[in-house]
């Protein structure tokens, strides 16, 4: 079974840069396609930013031209570069199937963005 295991949230202030990070478990992790999903206090969790097969990715357009996902499969890793972040990105942040059956959720990771 696949474990996904999120990090590299933390606090800072607008306009500022993180990169999270999503290590996975399993042989077969490589074949799923990965997305980053976010959820914010009182909201439901959202799809923010994904791989949508053939190397493509696909972004919220609250987050396109801010937010870059890609993974390094050999690490079993997915990554998810937030630049230009804003207080409405305070969130946590998880990563999991972007299609298909969903895998056991990780801790997530939060990150909160200060203005």
């Known amino acids: 079974q696949v474990q996904l295991v999120e990090s590299g949230g933390g606090l800072v202030q607008a306009g500022g840069s993180l990169t999270l990070s999503c290590e996975a478990s399993g042989s077969i992790f490589s074949i799923y396609v990965m997305g980053w999903y976010r959820q914010a206090p009182g909201k439901e969790r959202e799809l923010v930013a994904s791989f949508v097969g053939g190397g493509r990715t696909n972004y919220q357009d609250f987050v396109k031209g801010r937010f870059t996902i890609s993974r390094d499969t050999a690490k079993k890793t997915v990554y998810l570069q937030m630049n230009n972040l804003k207080p409405e990105d305070t969130a946590i942040y998880y990563c999991?199937?972007?299609?298909?059956?969903?895998?056991?959720w990780g801790q997530g990771t939060q990150v909160t963005v200060s203005s």
């Open positions: 999991n199937r972007a299609s298909g059956p969903l895998l056991s």
